[in-house]
Structures are given as structure tokens and as C-alpha cells.
């Protein structure tokens, strides 16, 4: 089997080490007589999974005793819904950095809850940029302050955070999870899908501060409350226990590569390899984001026109290149280049683009 030089936006590449051993265990897990996905969530065999998923992420990413871990159904997209039917009470002000449609679409889901308040944006610049912290601003009342930590569509990445004081930062971290260290107290809420850096989409991590998981209105219903879920440690309804086993062994992985901080160097070993390849291109390539606010997680680029973006799309899928043509909403070419994303794939494809302007420079 060869496997493909995986660049999808996700789903996207897991670890090959990962899905080995989950297919070693696939038919049987433990000596159980049957699969993981065929056993009860109630059993002790999965509540271990549960647990230890949960302990790991403590581990890897440093969460201090007062946040929860939660394993949830519904993809970030539901997370867009019920931070502001948590936080959002009437006498308060939902804040937002617009950084490009991600955001824009937490916003949305937001504007049906309640008051919002778009405290920054890089729209001007067309969502190429992270604005500068300094321009943020939090309106009187704001009950968070919401941010996509990476744009996955336009390929930007804040470098830092906002300091917000008591008013709780929010942060959508589907794209770039655990690809770099944080100082998790920095954060009141951060969400993330599993299936770009975690695993296999179908469980969605919710990181949150304990205080604000008690502020809760009575009034909206148990599934969608955060403490409903802190109390029943995630298994208030049945989990999407596979994808939660996958996690499991994905934070495993990290772990024996050294932790976050190794995996971050590795990243930017990675992505130097493209990114110096669009900028020794002599305008070959351009890069969509501004340099200030790349990001490590999806490099975003274009050639001079169209139709040798579209020559450039069909001659890498002949040569084992899967997943580069650009999001619709920005055109162009897009490598996501996550945590599982070998290092031998990106040379790879800063071998073929050189190649390519070679033959069409
Ligand atoms: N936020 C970001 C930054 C994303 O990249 C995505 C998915 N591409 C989402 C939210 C939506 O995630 P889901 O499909 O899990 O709802």
C-alpha cells in the first residue's frame, strides 16, 4: 500500500502508527470479544477510554485543575450555537474577531441568541490578516470575547492572544489544536472538531473554566447545557465512543513524539519547507496570507492564473498529492499540514512546486 501525500482540510491525515494499532484492535478490544464500538458506554472497559482520553489531554496541554474536559457530539458548528445560549444572557454583549468565515459563522449562530459585537476585523484586507491585538475592542457588558485561533479557509493563525481581563476569551480551536503550546488559563471556553488534529471527526473537545460552566441559565434545554455534561463527565447520552478511542491513541502519539512543544517544531520544520518555496519563487507563487498571521496549520496559495492552478491541481493528484485545491470561498491552492502530516510530505510537495515552475516558470 502507498499512502497518499495527504494535504486534506478535514477530515484529514491521522498518524499510519495510529491506525495500525486501532487495527490490531479493531475486531477485538482487551479480550472483551468484541469491538470497542460494540460495547456498552457504560462499561468499564469504555469508561476507562473515557477517562484516561480526558486525563491525557490534562497531561499534554497543561489544564489546570479548575476546566473541565469534555467529549462532545455535534462538531464546532454546535459549539457556534451553545456558548451563546450559555454566556449570552440579555443584559450582556457578544464579542467576536472577525478573522474570516469561520468566524462569521460563530457570529451568525450568535445573532440568534442575543446581542452581538464585532470587536475587531480584517475584512478590509479580505480576512487576509489577524488583526492587530491592539485594535480590538471590548464593548461595556461583553459576556466573552470570541476568536478562531486558525482561519482553516484563509490560512491565518493568531501568533498571540488577547488579554481580556475578566471578561472570558472563547477561543474555536478545530484547526490548530495541539499543534503548539498555550497557556490554557489564558482561555475561559476553546472548542475544536477532532478531525483535523485529534482524530476522526464525530467528537468535539470542549476545554472550559469551572466558574462559567455554574452560569448556565435554567432555561435551555439539558443537552446543550455545558454543566450537564461536566456532571456526567461526558457520558450524559450515549459518546461517540470510536471517535473517542481514536482520540485516546492520537494523544498517545503526541505523547511519545515529546509532547506539544515537539510537535510545534516539527510543524514549523514542516511548513518552512513550503513556505520558503512560495517566497524563493520570485512571485511564481504568492502566499494568501499576510506574512505576520501564517499559519501552520493550512498554507494558503495561488499562481498567476487559473488555468495553471488548475494544471498544478491535476498534475499533483497524478503524482499522489491529495487535497490541494484551495477552499471555494478563497480559490487558489491549500496544503493543511496538521500534526499527522508526515514531514516526507511536505518535502514532497516543495520538490513537486519547484518542479512544477521549473517546467511552467
Ligand atoms: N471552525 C473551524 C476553524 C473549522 O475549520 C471548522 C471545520 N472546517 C469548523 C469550525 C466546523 O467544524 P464542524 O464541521 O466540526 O462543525
Not at 20 to 26: C, D, I, N, R, V
Amino acid at each position: 500500500m502507498k499512502r497518499a501525500f495527504n494535504f486534506n482540510a478535514g477530515p484529514a491525515a491521522l498518524p499510519l502508527e495510529v491506525l495500525e494499532q486501532a487495527q490490531q484492535q479493531f475486531v477485538e478490544y482487551q479480550g472483551a470479544g468484541m469491538s470497542i464500538m460494540e460495547m456498552s458506554h457504560r462499561s468499564e472497559l469504555y469508561e476507562q477510554v473515557n477517562n484516561e482520553t480526558q486525563a491525557l489531554f490534562r497531561e499534554i496541554y497543561g489544564i489546570p485543575d479548575n476546566y473541565h474536559v469534555l467529549l462532545l457530539q455535534g462538531g464546532a458548528s454546535t459549539q457556534f450555537a451553545t456558548i451563546p445560549m450559555n454566556f449570552l444572557t440579555p443584559d450582556k454583549v457578544g464579542a467576536y474577531v472577525m478573522t474570516g468565515a469561520w468566524a462569521e459563522k460563530a457570529i451568525k449562530e450568535a445573532k440568534l441568541v442575543g446581542e452581538t459585537a464585532v470587536a475587531a476585523t480584517s475584512e478590509a484586507h479580505k480576512f487576509n490578516r489577524i488583526p492587530a491585538l491592539s485594535d480590538i475592542q471590548l464593548p461595556d457588558q461583553a459576556a466573552y470575547l470570541h476568536i478562531t485561533t486558525n482561519e482553516t479557509i484563509g490560512g491565518t493563525q493568531f501568533a498571540e492572544f488577547p488579554q481580556t481581563g475578566n471578561v472570558p476569551l472563547i477561543a474555536d480551536m478545530s484547526s490548530d489544536i495541539l499543534s503548539r503550546p498555550v497557556d490554557v488559563s489564558q482561555f475561559g471556553l476553546i472548542y475544536a472538531g477532532a478531525q483535523k488534529n485529534l482524530g476522526p471527526s464525530g467528537v468535539t473537545v470542549v476545554i472550559v473554566r469551572d466558574d462559567l460552566v455554574k452560569e448556565s441559565p435554567k432555561t435551555i434545554p439539558a443537552i446543550f447545557r455545558y454543566d450537564t455534561h461536566v456532571k456526567a463527565g461526558s457520558l450524559y447520552n450515549t459518546p461517540p465512543s470510536f471517535s473517542v478511542y481514536m482520540v485516546n491513541l492520537v494523544l498517545k502519539w503526541i505523547k511519545a513524539r515529546g509532547g506539544v512543544a515537539q510537535i510545534n517544531q516539527y510543524n514549523r520544520d514542516k511548513t518552512k519547507l513550503i513556505y520558503d518555496t512560495i517566497d524563493q519563487s520570485g512571485g511564481f507563487y504568492y502566499g494568501f496570507a499576510a506574512p505576520e498571521s501564517r499559519s501552520l496549520m493550512n498554507i494558503t496559495f495561488r499562481l498567476q492564473d487559473a488555468e495553471l492552478e488548475k494544471k498544478f491541481i491535476k498534475q499533483s493528484e497524478a503524482e499522489g498529492f491529495v487535497g490541494l485545491k484551495g477552499h471555494r470561498d478563497v480559490g487558489g491552492l491549500r496544503a493543511s499540514t496538521y500534526n499527522a502530516v508526515p514531514l516526507e510530505s511536505c518535502k514532497a510537495l516543495a520538490e513537486f512546486m519547484a518542479e512544477f515552475q521549473k517546467n511552467n516558470g
